[in-house]
């Protein structure tokens, strides 16, 4: 590993190899890049190196920052590479989280005459059953239902105009078709303002108590996420808990099941405990009052079981409503007999929902996709 | 372009020459973007100095900036090129008026150099060398990330009418992100990143020093040491950045204050904070602060 046994190329591409398998998304043209970079700056420039480096393989501060650990362990190696072990760990606390991923589907099991029957009937069943009492198989079979929910961005009007006809007058579109006739006066054009899609953003509780149904919730959440892109909006996807994680990237592949073992994979706080006033308050400050949240429509999917201080969680939430277009709280438990709002979390940021919906089953996520639809 | 930027240290003299005070990092990376000719991308808190290093390369470099703001919205039309309509028409008119003529010709006149408003892509591109600083990228939609990844990769510009534009040298393109989302993978890979923090104590003061030389040494460092620890604190909504200093620093300036006190802190409080709930909470620590 040291410089001088290798062929220095080697070295620094062993280098960028290492960094992807720390998390670092490096693709062959930043590796490129780099060798470029170190050969721009000279390749005995230790410091130089290592702000090439962080130039032209990084893309974000979490990047920067693993980058930091990497080049410490690569050019000075003293005690190997920690970084895989950790990666291993947060491989295993996610594992539990996928329905039998290695399964073929629970309906292959039966040989039964009537199964196709059976199973449109449990369909109507399973659209109102509580995800967190579902067996695996029954999630499996869920998990395919959930393409059959319809779904619409909402919109929102632009600065922009488009091509109508009434409306007020296009000056400068009228002025082109004049123009078209060598000056003659000609159409006269009638424009209006546009519609764009609407930004929505997903606050996802991947804490211990939401747990049972943090699978489904992810499901849906990129189930949103590519009906939008599909259609030209955005959604943009959280965990929370006792950390803020952006996961969106995770939910590029049109697959389900790949998207939430990527989204796995980068989320360090599954099943840990709430603090939901704290994480709310570093998605604002990072993100959110800067623009990803504002005129949003934000969903929040949590029970309210705030362990942390309930005063910072209202706050913010008064924080999160003065910037968002439309603040929609979601909790599993609304939709259950005998449930009252009473937890302290819940009391402290129902006043700044606009929207208090039950979230436990199919149905009632149907209901949701009609509230971010119509916001 | 990269005429006396031979090395990072001579572009961190050239900067320093116009009063911006970069350390090693940045003025390596601004020397690799220069050399490798690719964009920079760059990120950080607000008010850290994103916009001024393009502002100072430009400066140093004696060459144009051309600043294309993003907003939600905004299209290929807003940054290439458009046709001047009124003028077009005009100048048909002015045909007519002076005897017959020729439709094909007439047309052919109407898409000319002269009608074509360059918007600042092309603007840059024709005007190379040239520092093009496109703002807030992160603000635009991806469409528009897309079209610009073609422009940054090709330097040129087809217009259909007219033909094709290619920038004789390329310019040197400086990208600024606020983070309000993520910007497309293939849009990074063309860039240099580089992450601009808040500087240390001793650089900030340098940097007031710097660029407002009407501010007093010893004022200048007072305002430093208590937006220093400003930034220490968790509770603000908007910490200071760079730029609010820069302004507070001014502002007490300006009242002639020689010695940061109590009464003066707190009347300039609004350069510096911009949330009522921010300038509560320190307006109630000033005392504690001050007093040190």
């Known amino acids: ?319 999160l409503q003065r910037v968002a277009h439309r603040v929609v709280w979601v909790n599993p438990h609304r939709g259950k007999a005998g449930y009252e709002p009473l937890q302290g979390g819940v009391v402290a940021a129902l006043p700044h929902c606009d929207d208090f919906l039950a979230g436990h089953s199919l149905a009632t996520f149907a209901d949701l996709t009609e509230v971010i639809a119509r916001a | 372009m990269l005429h006396g930027m031979d090395s990072a240290a001579d572009v961190a003299a050239r900067l320093g020459a116009t009063g911006y005070l970069s350390d090693d990092e940045l003025a390596t990376v601004v020397f690799l973007a220069a050399r490798m000719q690719r964009p920079l991308l760059l990120e950080g808190e607000p008010g850290t100095g994103k916009t001024a290093l393009a502002e100072a390369l430009a400066q140093s470099l004696e060459v144009p900036l051309v600043r294309l703001q993003c907003y939600e919205g905004i299209d290929a039309s807003q940054a290439l090129y458009d046709w001047d309509f009124p003028r077009q028409i005009l100048h048909l008119r002015a045909l007519e008026a002076g005897g017959e003529v020729d439709p094909d010709e007439a047309e052919k006149s109407l898409y000319d150099e002269r009608f074509l408003l360059a918007r600042p892509v092309l603007a840059a591109l024709r005007q190379a060398p040239a520092v093009l600083l496109v703002d807030e990228v992160d603000r635009a939609d991806d469409e528009f990330e897309a079209f610009l990844l073609e422009v940054l990769s090709t330097w040129q510009v087809t217009i259909p009418e007219f033909g094709t534009v290619t920038a004789p040298e390329p310019p040197l393109v400086v990208l600024t992100s606020n983070r309000t989302r993520e910007l497309h993978d293939a849009l990074k890979r063309r860039c240099l990143y580089h992450w601009i923090d808040h500087p240390g104590l001793e650089r900030e003061v340098e940097i007031v020093r710097s660029r407002a030389p009407e501010v007093s040494d010893a004022l200048a460092r007072q305002v430093v040491e208590v937006v220093q620890q400003l930034r220490q604190r968790d509770d603000l909504l908007k910490p200071p950045g760079v730029a609010e200093t820069l302004d507070w620093a001014r502002a007490l300036t300006y009242l002639g204050t020689a010695d940061l006190d109590l009464a003066s802190a707190a009347m300039t409080l609004g350069a510096l904070l911009k949330y009522r709930e921010d300038a509560d909470r320190v307006r109630a620590a000033l005392d504690r602060m001050l007093s040190r």
């Open chain 1, 1 to 319: 590993m040291t410089t001088t046994l290798h062929d220095a190329d080697e070295v620094f591409l062993g280098f960028t190899r290492a960094l992807r398998a720390a998390g670092v998304p490096v693709t062959q043209d930043r590796a490129h890049g780099f060798l470029a970079a170190v050969a721009t700056v000279g390749a005995d420039d230790r410091q130089a190196t290592y702000w090439a480096g962080r130039a032209t393989l990084c893309g974000s501060p979490d990047d920067l920052a693993r980058h930091d650990q990497v080049f410490a362990a690569w050019f000075d190696p003293r005690d190997g590479l920690p970084r895989a072990q950790q990666r291993e760990a947060s491989r295993a606390s996610t594992a539990h989280l996928l329905p039998e991923a290695e399964g073929t589907g629970g309906a292959g099991e039966t040989e039964e005459e009537d199964v196709v029957r059976a199973m449109a009937s449990e369909a109507e069943v399973l659209q109102h059953r509580d995800v967190a009492t579902l067996d695996a198989a029954e999630k499996r079979r869920l998990a395919g239902m959930f393409l059959r929910l319809s779904l619409h961005p909402p919109v929102r009007r632009t600065a922009r105009h488009r091509r109508w006809h009434r409306g007020e007058l296009d000056a400068s579109r009228t002025l082109r078709n004049s123009l078209r006739h060598l000056g003659e006066p000609g159409e006269i054009a009638w424009r209006r303002r546009g519609t764009r899609p609407r930004r929505v953003v997903l606050l996802v509780d991947v804490s211990g108590s939401m747990t049972p149904y943090a699978d489904a919730l992810l499901r849906l959440a990129h189930r949103l996420t590519r009906s939008a892109r599909a259609s030209g909006g955005t959604v943009e996807t959280f965990t929370v808990g006792t950390r803020l994680t952006h996961v969106t990237r995770a939910f590029g592949t049109p697959d389900a099941d790949r998207a939430i073992v990527a989204a796995g994979e980068v989320v360090p706080d599954w099943s840990g405990g709430t603090r939901l006033g704290e994480t709310l308050r570093v998605f604002l400050d990072r993100w959110g009052q800067r623009g990803m949240a504002r005129g949003a429509v934000v969903v929040v999917f949590s029970d309210g079981w705030e362990r942390g201080d309930a005063g910072l969680l209202g706050e913010q939430m008064a924080r």
